[in-house]
């Protein structure tokens, strides 16, 4: 049976995974913006308090921002490897 604290995790991790669905993010793109804004590898290196405040940042993005800044990003991340 699981515990409290792995339930409340994965119940997070649904509503995270929601989020970037929502967002139409790639995986790819969501290990980024964990790794720029949380300085940790994965979700599972989190706090509960970081899950909480990336479930609240995501929750609150609108899919029109996100998508011109992530394709941004991409774009700036082509030109610099290709150097």
Not at 8 to 22: E, M, P, S, T, W
Not at 63 to 74: D, F, G, K, L
Request: charged residues 35%; contains cysteine.
């Amino acid at each position: 049976m699981p515990t409290k604290d792995t339930t409340a995790f994965f119940a997070l991790k649904h509503a995270i995974d929601d989020q970037v669905a929502r967002l139409g993010w790639s995986k790819e793109r969501c290990i980024v913006y964990i790794k720029d804004r949380y300085k940790v590898r994965s979700r599972l290196s989190m706090s509960d308090d970081q899950l909480r405040h990336l479930l609240k940042v995501l929750s609150s993005m609108s899919t029109h921002a996100t998508s011109e800044r992530s394709s941004n990003r991409v774009d700036r991340r082509r030109r610099k490897k290709r150097f």
